[in-house]
C-alpha cells in the first residue's frame, strides 16, 4: 500500500518538476524550416557541416515556402528559427511581415535551379511544344470559337499538324507535389494567358480555367515513384512524363525531353530562367541570429562553396542544377557583404 | 385463438429457416474476421518482405595506404592539415589495386561504390591514430546505397538501375572476392537520421520517442488518475458535472491534429517553448491522452464492487481512506491498461507533431527533453517520403520497430492485467 503511495508522489512530483524547469534557452543547433523542394539539397549540406565537426548538425523542418518564411519572419529570439528555404522568391507582403515583428535585415541566397521537363522514350518523336499548345492539351477547359469548352483534342495533333499524330497521354505529379504547384502556374497559367480569351476571363474564373488539368484520361497522375514512371516512358513510346529535370539528367541515356518556346532544358538555360518551366530557390538568412547561435555563417558558406555547388559538387550529385560561374561568385562577395534585403530588390 | 397443433406446425417449419439465418449470421462474422485477419497479414507479410533487408548492410573492407603524398597531409594531428586534406584519393587507389582493369576514365565509377562519407571515417580514424600514417591498414567502410540495394536484391532490375553496366560488374567481382559483405546492420540501431540510406538509423527517433513518451506518462497518469477519482468519488452528480463528463467524452473523439493546432498556440506561440522539442510534444500528446486515461480509469473505479466500498465505510474508514486503501489499489490494473492503451496510441501519433515542428531532419541523438528530435512515426513518415530506393526498405524496417514497441506496450498492459486483477 505505502509502496503504492509513494509510487504515485514521487511519479506528481516528477510530473510538476517537468512542468515548471521551462528554461529560456541559448540554443547551439541552427533552425531551419521552408521548402520541401529545397530540403533534400539542403539537408545534404547540413549534415556534411555536422560531419566536420565544427558545429553541431542543424535542424531542418520541411514546411514549404510560404509556411517557412510565416514561421521565419514571427521574431527574433533563439525560439525562432535562423534561416528559410524558399523555392519561390520572398514577397513584398513577407518582408513587411519580418519588419513588423522586428526582423529588419534578411540576407537572401539564390542557390541554383530546378526545371520541370516533359520527357519521353528517346525512341519517341521529339515535340518541339510552345506553352499555348501545352495548355490546350492539357488544359481542362480549352477556347473553341470563342468559347470555353470541355477539351476535345485527342491527339497532339490535332492541336498543331506540327505535333506527333499520336493520343496525348502524359504522366505527371499527384496535386500535393510541389512539382504540380510549379507546372500549373508557370506551364500551365503561362501558356493560358497567351490566348486571348483568357484576358476576359474574370480573376477568380482565371485560376479555375488556367490552372486545372483535364481528367479525362490524357493526364495520369503517377504518383511519386520515379522509377516506375522511367519503366513507363521507355515502354510506350506514346507517353510523356513530367517531372523535374535532375530525374532527366540521370536517364539521359534512355530519355528525352521536349523543347517548351523552343528553348531545350539545360542546365545552363535553366540555371539562366532561359527555360520557361526553371524555378530558382533561395535562402533567406536572419543577420540578427549571426554569432548569437554558432554558424549560420560557415553554414551559408559551406551551402554556398565550390565544394558544395561548383561543377562538381555534391549538390550536383543529388540532382541541383548548379549557378553559374559568375552567379557562384555574386553569392561569394554576398557572403562577405551580407547586404540587406529591401522591397526595392525584388522588382 | 390457434390451434396449438398449428402453432408447433408454423414453428416446426419455421425451424429450418432459424437454424439458417443462424449460419448465415456465424459466416458473416467468420467472414468479417478472415477479411480483418487477412488484411493484416497482407499489411505484416508486405512490410517484413520490403523490410527485412533494411536490417542488413553492406561493407567494403579495403587495405587503405596512408600516403602523406596522395592524401596531401604531413601532419594528422594539424587540424588545418586535416582540413585541406584528400581522403578520397587513397579509397580509390586500393579498389582500383582490386579492380586492375578499371581505367583512369573509370575512377568517377569506382567512387560511386564507396559511401560518400567513407572519407569522413578515414579522416576520423586517422586523426584518432596518427601514428598510422605511412603504414597501411585493413578498414571496413560502408558501401554506397545504391551498392547496398544493388547487393542485397540480386536479380531484381529495378534495384541496380542507379549503377552502371561496369560498375555492376564491379560489384559482382568484389562480392566474389569478399571484399564487399553483408552483415546485420548495427548502424541502423546506433545512429540518427541521415540523408544517406546507408548510414540512417532509428537510435535518434528511439530516444526521441521514450523522451516524449516519459513525459506523458509523468503528466497525464497522475492528472488523469487523480481527476477519475474525483469525478467518481468525490464529485457531487449536477449539471456542471454532467458537462465536464459530456466534454471529456467529446475530447477522446477530437481528431489529434486539433490538439497539435492548440499546442502550437499555447505551447509555443504563447508560452514561448522552443519548437521541436520532446517537451512540448510530450505536453500535446499528454494533452490527447487525457481523455483516453480518465475514461478508462472512471470504468476501472466503478467496476470495484460497491460490497467493498460498504465494508470498509463498515468498519469506520473515512472517505479517503475507502478510496485510497480499497478502491484505488482494485482499479489499478483496469487504470494502468487503460493507460498504456493510450500511451501506446500517442507513441504512433504523427499528425499532432507535425505541427509543432517535431517533423524534422535532425542528425544528432536527443539528449534531453528540450533538444530537438523527432519520433518513430515520424522517421517513418520521412523515409517513406524520400526518393532514395534505399530509404523505402529502412522506412519498413522502422515500421517493424515500431511495431514491436506498440507490442511489447500492448503486452505489458495484458500482463499487468493478468497479475493484479482480481475476480470476484
Known amino acids: ?347 | 385463438m390457434i390451434d396449438p397443433k398449428k402453432q408447433a406446425e408454423i414453428v416446426h417449419k419455421s425451424l429450418k429457416k432459424r437454424y439458417r439465418k443462424e449460419k448465415r449470421f456465424r459466416a458473416y462474422g467468420i467472414l468479417a474476421i478472415t477479411i480483418a485477419l487477412a488484411s493484416l497479414i497482407v499489411l505484416f507479410a508486405d512490410i517484413i518482405n520490403k523490410g527485412h533487408t533494411g536490417f542488413l548492410k553492406t561493407t567494403i573492407t579495403l587495405d587503405v595506404e596512408m600516403n602523406a603524398e596522395t592524401m596531401y597531409l604531413e601532419d594528422p594531428t594539424d587540424p588545418d592539415a586535416v582540413r585541406m586534406a584528400d581522403f578520397v584519393e587513397p579509397l580509390i587507389q586500393s579498389l582500383s589495386e582490386i579492380l586492375p582493369e578499371a581505367t583512369e576514365e573509370d575512377r568517377g565509377k569506382l567512387r560511386g561504390l564507396i559511401n560518400p562519407y567513407a572519407s569522413s571515417q578515414l579522416r576520423d580514424e586517422l586523426v584518432a591514430n596518427p601514428d598510422w600514417m605511412g603504414t597501411t591498414q585493413t578498414i571496413t567502410f560502408l558501401a554506397h546505397s545504391n551498392v547496398d540495394v544493388y547487393n542485397k536484391h540480386k536479380g531484381n532490375e529495378a534495384y541496380s538501375i542507379k549503377l552502371s553496366e561496369e560498375q555492376q560488374q564491379y560489384v559482382d567481382k568484389l562480392r566474389d572476392k569478399g571484399v564487399i559483405e553483408t552483415s546485420f546492420n548495427d548502424v541502423f540501431f546506433t545512429s540518427g537520421d541521415s540523408r544517406d540510406p546507408a548510414r540512417a538509423g532509428v537510435l535518434g527517433a528511439i530516444v526521441g520517442s521514450l523522451l516524449v513518451m516519459f513525459v506523458t506518462l509523468v503528466l497525464s497518469f497522475p492528472i488523469g488518475v487523480a481527476a477519475a477519482i474525483y469525478l467518481e468519488e468525490f464529485a457531487p452528480r449536477n449539471r456542471i458535472t454532467d458537462f465536464i463528463e459530456v466534454n471529456i467524452n467529446n475530447l477522446a473523439a477530437v481528431p489529434s491534429i486539433i490538439f497539435g493546432l492548440l499546442g502550437l498556440a499555447v505551447f509555443i506561440n504563447l508560452f514561448g517553448m522552443p519548437r521541436s522539442v520532446p517537451f512540448v510534444g510530450g505536453l500535446v500528446l499528454t494533452l490527447m491522452t487525457l481523455p483516453t486515461i480518465i475514461i478508462s480509469s472512471r470504468a476501472a473505479i466503478k467496476s470495484v464492487p460497491p460490497s467493498i466500498r460498504e465494508a470498509a465505510e463498515g468498519v469506520g474508514a473515512s472517505k479517503m481512506q475507502v478510496v485510497l486503501h480499497h478502491v484505488l489499489p482494485l482499479a489499478m490494473p483496469g487504470m494502468l491498461t487503460g493507460s498504456i492503451i493510450g500511451m501506446a496510441q500517442a507513441l504512433g501519433e504523427t499528425a499532432p507533431l507535425l505541427l509543432i515542428g517535431m517533423v524534422a531532419f535532425i542528425v544528432e541523438i536527443p539528449e534531453g527533453f528540450f533538444d530537438a528530435a523527432t519520433v518513430l512515426p515520424v522517421q517513418v513518415f520521412l523515409w517513406a517520403g524520400s526518393p532514395e530506393l534505399a530509404f523505402i526498405e529502412r522506412a519498413s524496417a522502422a515500421i517493424m520497430v515500431l511495431l514491436a514497441f506498440l507490442l511489447s506496450m500492448n503486452a505489458l498492459a495484458i500482463w499487468l492485467r493478468k497479475r493484479l486483477e482480481r475476480r470476484w
Open chain 1, 1 to 347: 500500500m505505502s509502496k503504492l503511495k509513494t509510487a504515485l508522489t514521487s511519479i506528481a512530483l516528477a510530473g510538476s518538476l517537468a512542468a515548471i524547469s521551462v528554461p529560456a534557452m541559448a540554443r547551439d543547433t541552427i533552425n531551419i524550416v521552408g521548402s520541401s523542394t529545397v530540403y533534400p539539397f539542403a539537408t545534404v549540406v547540413a549534415e556534411r557541416f555536422g560531419n566536420q565537426g565544427d558545429f553541431p548538425t542543424p535542424k531542418l523542418e520541411s514546411t514549404g515556402s510560404g509556411g517557412g518564411l510565416k514561421i521565419f519572419c514571427q521574431g527574433i529570439g533563439t525560439n525562432h528559427p535562423d534561416i528559410t528555404n524558399a523555392s519561390r522568391r520572398i514577397k513584398a507582403s513577407e518582408i513587411e511581415l519580418c519588419k513588423s515583428n522586428g526582423v529588419e535585415e534578411i540576407t537572401e541566397f539564390r542557390i541554383g535551379s530546378d526545371g520541370i521537363v516533359i520527357a519521353s522514350s528517346k525512341e519517341a518523336e521529339h515535340m518541339d511544344l510552345t506553352l499555348q499548345q501545352l495548355f490546350l492539351a492539357l488544359g481542362e477547359k480549352v477556347p473553341v470559337d470563342g468559347k470555353w469548352v470541355k477539351n476535345p483534342y485527342k491527339n497532339w495533333s490535332d492541336i498543331d499538324s506540327s505535333l506527333p499524330n499520336k493520343k496525348i497521354v502524359v504522366m505527371g505529379p499527384p496535386p500535393t507535389s510541389g512539382t504540380r504547384d510549379s507546372f500549373n502556374e508557370q506551364g500551365l497559367a503561362a501558356g493560358c494567358d497567351t490566348l486571348p480569351e483568357a484576358a476576359e476571363l474574370a480573376e477568380e474564373e482565371h485560376a479555375a480555367i488556367c490552372e486545372s488539368i483535364r481528367e479525362d484520361g490524357a493526364f495520369i497522375e503517377a504518383g511519386e515513384n520515379d522509377n516506375l514512371i522511367v519503366q513507363k516512358l521507355v515502354g510506350d513510346t506514346g507517353l510523356y512524363g513530367i517531372f523535374g529535370y535532375s530525374f532527366l539528367e540521370e536517364n539521359a541515356d534512355r530519355l528525352q525531353a521536349a523543347k517548351l518556346d523552343g528553348v531545350e532544358p539545360k542546365p545552363e538555360l535553366i540555371a539562366e530562367d532561359k527555360y520557361p518551366l526553371a524555378r530558382s530557390m533561395f535562402f533567406y538568412v536572419k543577420k540578427a541570429h549571426i554569432g548569437v547561435v554558432p554558424g549560420i555563417a560557415e553554414y551559408a558558406a559551406e551551402f554556398i562553396s565550390p565544394a558544395a555547388m561548383g561543377p562538381n559538387g555534391y549538390l550536383k550529385d543529388v540532382g541541383l542544377i548548379v549557378p553559374t560561374r559568375d552567379q557562384l561568385m555574386v553569392l561569394q562577395t554576398k557572403l562577405k557583404e551580407m547586404p540587406n534585403l529591401t522591397a526595392d530588390d525584388l522588382k
